[in-house]
């Protein structure tokens, strides 16, 4: 029997520890894509769990540098008024 793997809180992560972690995962996509079309697999299950381990990866990356986006205008704004109000 196969060992499971542990599941990984992405929301708990900072960007820079994604990065190896959407690397991983396209990796692994790419390797099991490759390994079915040769062959080597005739289960396609563990292929869409990679697809959708992938796919979570990319929207929380998405997610977050969204947010810092609007951290960053926040604070531009706040900081660029130099006292006119706008009409």
Do not use: W
């Given at each position: 029997?196969?060992k499971k793997?542990e ?7 900072a ?9 991983e995962?396209?990796?692994k ?5 490759l390994e079915?079309?040769?062959?080597g ?13 992938l796919a979570?990866?990319l929207t929380i990356?998405a997610?977050?540098?969204?947010q810092?986006q609007k951290?960053k205008?926040?604070?531009?704004e ?5 006292g006119?109000?706008?009409?």
């Open positions: 029997m196969k793997e599941k990984v809180d992405y929301h708990k992560l960007l820079t520890e994604l990065q190896p972690k959407l690397k995962a396209k990796q996509v790419a390797k099991l894509r079915i079309m040769g062959g697999i005739k289960n396609c299950r563990g292929l869409r769990f990679a697809k959708r381990d979570r990866v990356i997610m977050k540098q969204k810092e951290q205008d926040s604070v531009s706040e900081g660029g008024t130099s006119r109000e706008k009409p």
